[in-house]
């Protein structure tokens, strides 16, 4: 009967401080491989961080070189600052264009956890015409959805599309041939670990909408009774469908960690920026 009792108080005891503990507020540590783990921080030296994970009493320890960042139950954060990691720069091999310098490549000095965007290929699957105006517009679209949910990419930060325009027209490098260039070497050009490449292969459809109308006028002449005039007309309408299909890739360092397409729902003109943005949400690097 005393067991009894005993095991009924130790199953309340672990249903209360089960409940405790999922109530209170926990700390966060944020390692740079985007994973969370959910914790009380008991102790941070210049090396490694120790904490408690919920419901265990065993210590662990991290390094600080794999945090980009705590945040703590209380509402206050600390940020490590991770080491620029320098990577040996291959030398472009000559094709149909010229290869940049030594000197031009020396000055690119390589940085971890920063995405560039390349220009986004616009391509009329039709024609085979590519738009320069569109893979700018699109360039910077996803850029700008970026920047204004930094937090969600954290500790990720964007390098500037001026930048990253800047590095690419000396290697001679532009919407025309960038899809044709290793990631390797656009690493190396630009001196990132992350790198965005879009796509947008469409065609483009009339659909012609034909409408008539009758309209009836009646009007009055006094004693001489009631005029009726009836008038028949048509004209058309004609309305561009746009039918697209959004390439979405990630890479870090030298590996594809991310690759989807998806065709809109909808068929018009700007529907390829919702699909973007839709793989873009879903990509590894992105937080909710």
């Not at 220009?119 to 700008?144: E, H, I, R, W």
């Not at 990720?156 to 001026?162: E, F, K, Y």
């Not at 004209?235 to 469908?241: A, G, L, P, Q, V």
Request: aromatic share 10%.
């Amino acid at each position: 009967m005393k067991y009894l009792f005993f095991m009924l108080f130790c199953l309340i005891f672990t249903f209360q401080a089960n409940c405790q503990t999922k109530g209170q507020a926990v700390d966060k540590i944020i390692q740079r491989n985007y994973n969370i783990i959910e914790c009380k921080v008991t102790k941070i030296t210049d090396k490694e961080i120790e904490y408690l994970e919920l419901g265990n009493t065993v210590i662990f320890t991290i390094e600080t070189s794999k945090v980009a960042a705590i945040h703590f139950a209380n509402g206050a954060k600390k940020e490590f600052a991770s080491a620029n990691v320098s990577e040996p720069v291959k030398e472009i091999e000559s094709t149909n264009r010229p290869s940049p310098s030594i000197k031009q490549q020396e000055q690119v000095t390589a940085k971890s956890n920063v995405i560039a965007v390349l220009p986004v290929v616009f391509v009329n699957t039709s024609t085979l015409q590519k738009s320069s105006d569109l893979s700018k517009f699109a360039q910077n679209d996803l850029y700008s959805k970026l920047m204004d949910k930094s937090s969600n990419i954290f500790p990720l930060t964007v390098q500037d599309t001026r930048v990253t325009n800047s590095l690419l027209r000396k290697a001679n490098i532009d919407y025309n041939n960038i899809d044709e260039i290793p990631i390797e070497e656009l690493r190396s050009i630009l001196g990132v670990d992350h790198i965005i490449a879009g796509k947008v292969s469409y065609t483009t459809r009339t659909i012609v909408s034909n409408i008539s109308n009758s309209s009836t006028n009646v009007s009055s002449h006094g004693n001489n009774g009631v005029k009726v005039n009836n008038s028949n007309g048509s004209f058309s309408e004609d309305e561009t469908k746009y039918d697209y299909i959004v390439y979405f890739d990630m890479y870090r360092n030298n590996d594809k960690i991310y690759s989807k397409t998806r065709e809109p729902m909808l068929s018009f003109k700007d529907s390829w920026m919702d699909s973007m943005q839709y793989l873009l949400k879903r990509s590894p690097v992105y937080t909710k």
